[in-house]
């Protein structure tokens, strides 16, 4: 079984400020990781996701997450974040080999603050 | 594309009654997941299927809870009695299909349906 890890479970940070939110995860099998962000009453929309390839991965919107095998983590990080990014970010995993299943982390709240 | 649809978007009802609730995944996709969503216990799968089979449902509660996709273009989720601690937001979600059985592909999620059970 796989398992997602969230430290954090908010994160203050101030506009322009960078910030890094935690992602550890575990595993026995191979696995494919993934980025979610919820805004305030709606459904999880897909941020970001590592399948293979390059171990850094990039968002539309300035984030970026970083695929550490050897150390289990998939951190995500915005170099200078907005008011607009006030939202809460879940990390996944699902296996590399068949289904669509995820394990999500329980979330972190990120608020940015003037 | 209208996306995932989920109906209704709130339900008030009492401790007892049962519970519908609905889902209309995007079209062309085949793989459809219901999650509850609670303070407590974060973000859980309840359920997920593949092409109209459920392929796994270990996340159900118990045996209150039953789902059904009669065909791939809609799922309905109920809870039959409900129970106040069956309160919580309830997701639909659906991905493509692709080679490795739907592996690594992007869940698209409802609005979701808040429930409330008195």
């Known amino acids: 079984a796989q398992s997602v890890t969230q430290l954090d479970s908010q994160v203050p940070v101030f506009e322009e400020a960078p910030v890094e939110l935690r992602c550890n995860y575990s595993?026995?099998?191979?696995?494919?990781l993934f980025w979610y962000v919820q805004y305030p009453n709606q459904g999880l929309q897909l941020l970001l996701k590592y399948l293979s390839g390059s171990t850094l991965v990039e968002s539309i919107n300035g984030f970026e997450a970083e695929f550490n095998k050897s150390q289990t983590s998939f951190h995500l990080r915005k170099p200078s974040v907005h008011i607009s990014d006030t939202a809460e970010y879940f990390c996944?995993?699902?296996?590399?080999?068949?289904?669509?299943?995820?394990?999500f982390g329980t979330g972190t709240q990120l608020k940015v603050e003037l | 594309d209208a996306g995932v649809i989920q109906s209704p978007r709130h339900e008030v009802t009492e401790m007892g009654q049962e519970v519908t609730l609905r889902c209309k995944p995007i079209?062309?996709?085949?793989?459809l997941f219901w999650y509850r969503q609670t303070m407590m216990r974060g973000l859980e799968l309840l359920i997920y299927?593949?092409?109209?089979?459920?392929?796994?449902d270990s996340g159900m509660p118990e045996d209150r809870f039953s789902a059904k996709m009669p065909n791939a273009s809609f799922s309905t989720l109920k809870i039959q009695p409900s129970e106040p601690r069956d309160s919580a937001v309830y997701f639909c979600a659906s991905s493509f299909p692709s080679v490795a059985g739907g592996a690594g592909e992007t869940q698209y999620f409802g609005p979701g349906t808040r429930l409330l059970v008195l």
């Open positions: 079209s062309g996709h085949n793989s």
């Open positions: 996944a995993v699902s296996t590399t080999g068949g289904g669509n299943k995820l394990t």
């Open positions: 595993s026995s099998v191979s696995v494919y």
């Open positions: 299927f593949n092409n109209n089979v459920p392929i796994d």
